[in-house]
Structure formats: C-alpha cells, structure tokens
C-alpha cells in the first residue's frame, strides 16, 4: 500500500491478551498510524471488573480526546466503554469478533452468551461500533443475526507463523493436534477425548498434542495409548518443529470461529482433518477432510491418507493458505477500513 497521502490517524488499540493474531493487528495498524496500545486486565468476578471499567473509564476521560479510531479485539466488557465513547463523540470505533464473543455452549459453559449479562456487553459494542470486522464467514453469520443492522466486513484471519524452507521436508507418521488446554472445558471443547481415543484405534502411529496442560489435567491422563505424547505449551517459533514432522493435523473441536493452528499446519504441508464447526471447513477449503464425530471412522480415514503418501500433494495444500489467510492479505484490508472510517 503506498502511504503517500494517507490520512494518518490516532488510535487506541484495546486488547485484553496480546495474542499471535492480535499482536499482528497491531503491527499493522501502527505501520501506518499512530497507535497507542490500552490492556484491559480480565479477572474472575462481576465486582473485579467493574474496577477495571471504572480505570478504563476515568482514561477515556481524561485522554480520550486524542483519539480518532477506537480499535478493540473482541467484543466483551472491555470494548464497551470505548464503543461507547466513541459513539458520544461522534469518533469511529472497529470491533473485531472472534468468535468466543459470538457463542454460546451451555454443556461445556462456553462462550460470552453464556451469561446474559456479558452477552449484553458484547452485544452493546456490536451494535454500536462504526464497524465490525468478523474473522470467518461463520463468525460473519452470528455477528449478523445479533447485530442485523450494524456495518459489518469479514476479513479472515491469518497465519502469523511462516514456512521459512522452500522446500518439502520428509514427513514422519506422526498426527498432531495443537490448542492451549489448561481445564476440563478445554479438554472436550478441543475434542482432545476424541483425539485420544482414535490414538487408541491406531497403535502404529505416533500421536501429539501440544499445549496441553498435563499437571492439571492428570486425572484425564491416566490411561492414555503408549503412543500418545503430550507437550505443554510452547513458543510459536517452536512449533515448526512439530508442524513440520506432522502428515496429518486434527483439529476435531467442539467449537471453533477460524482455526489458526489448522492453517498453520496446512503452512507446512500438513494433510487436515477436522470436525464440521464453525469456521474450520472455510479453512480447509478442498485441502483435507470434514468428519463427524466418530472415531472408528476417523481412525480409517487417517490410516489410509497415510499410507496413500498424502492426498491432496503437500504443495496443494499450502495454497489453500497462501491464497486466502496470508499476513499481507489481512494487513491490505485491515488498513483499507481504517483509512475509509
């Protein structure tokens, strides 16, 4: 993009954790505007976080003013002052949805809508935001029928962690599965049950998952298969090591709104699997597989992709992301809606 001419602006970027995905928006963002960063602290608990509003109030008050564009990553407790304050002010305000602030799983009390009182949060700072950006189209949806006549644009999201090899490295049989999972919601919520008990059907393979939490989860980790490894969390740049030894990558969730760790995967050429939720099937396109829930089934089909040597060829895969979830991509239209707020 060229930045002759641009209408640089002023623009605080509220966040509440500086993730891979929200730490790329960032960047962008301040590669062409003066962005000055606001953590909102989430804590457990309706009192701790009405403090935490009144902070985030009294500097709205007092620095607000300077502002152009309100930017928020999610829609949540946090992003309603700001929306809000911009609305009052006649500034512009851009809320991105990233699924939790959509959803709402009962059985596993997943997701903002949840509770009624924080739905109203997220909902208030959809309907009032001069703009919100949704990461897929089945976020897009959700967001849709809770805000019917807010300004809405889909802009997915991207693969932050790059291939740095030109080429194909020699893939060992090893099916991987990657998620942040520290408590028993987690667990099922990234079907990390099914993903064991088809480890179980397949003794000849080695399965991993990484990011799991063994310590607090040790009461589900008694009886595991002998072939299943688990890692606890790990720095991005070291996942490439586990990425790029994976033929197959699963991601049987529960839940999903995008699937960034499916599409980092695909980066590196691994065959994915996934269950039909959310946004998962948006990011396989026609590079892997949507099953249901059955793991005698998925056991199957793993074992044949495998022995069949990968199918799609690695390189059709990496496409799939290179052609629809790059970091240029999601920078060219993240700025394009700011410069036209």
């Known amino acids: ?10 623009v605080l970027f509220v966040y509440t954790s500086m993730s891979s995905f929200v730490k790329n928006d960032y960047q962008t963002i301040s590669s062409l505007h003066k962005v000055q960063k606001y953590h909102f602290k989430p804590v457990r ?11 985030q109030l009294f500097f709205l008050l007092l620095f607000g003013w300077k502002y152009d564009l309100f930017f928020c990553w ?11 304050f911009a609305k009052i002010f006649r500034k512009q305000s851009v809320v991105v949805i990233g699924g939790y602030d959509v959803c709402r799983i009962r059985k596993l009390n997943y997701g903002a809508f949840c509770s009624p009182f924080r739905g109203w949060f997220c909902a208030s700072s959809m309907k009032m935001a001069s703009t919100i950006l949704t990461v897929s189209g089945h976020v897009d949806r959700k967001a849709k029928t809770i805000a019917p006549g807010t300004n809405r644009k889909m802009i997915y999201n991207c693969v932050t962690l790059e291939n740095p090899s030109a080429t194909a490295e020699p893939k060992t049989d090893t099916i991987l599965t990657v998620g942040l999972i520290g408590n028993e919601r987690t667990f099922y919520l990234k079907g990390i049950d099914t993903f064991i008990e088809i480890a ?4 000849g393979f080695k ?11 040790a009461h589900k980790l008694q009886n595991i298969p002998a072939n299943v490894s688990v890692y606890d969390k790990v720095e991005p ?4 090591a586990f990425y790029r030894k994976a033929k197959v990558y699963c991601q049987l969730s529960r839940s999903e709104s995008f699937g960034v760790s499916i599409a980092e995967a695909m980066t590196f050429g691994a065959f994915p699997v996934v269950t039909a939720e959310g946004g998962m099937p948006e990011v396989i396109g026609n590079a892997g597989v949507v099953v249901k829930r059955d793991p005698e089934l998925i056991a199957q089909l793993i074992s044949e ?7 799609p060829h690695e390189n059709t895969i990496r496409r799939q992301v290179t052609d629809h979830f790059s970091r240029k991509q999601r920078a060219e239209s993240i700025l394009l809606v700011c410069l036209n707020l």
């Open 207 to 217: 399965f991993e998952i990484v990011g799991l939490d063994a310590e607090k989860l």
């Open 200 to 203: 179980g059907l397949l003794p």
């Open 305 to 311: 992709r495998i022995l069949k040597g990968g199918d």
């Open 237 to 240: 740049a070291d996942l490439i």
């Open 1 to 10: 993009m060229n930045n002759k001419g641009v209408n640089r602006r002023s």
């Open 45 to 55: 608990g309706i009192l701790k976080n009405a403090l935490e509003m009144v902070r």
């Open 74 to 84: 999610f829609a949540d407790y946090h992003s309603f002052l700001p929306v809000l």
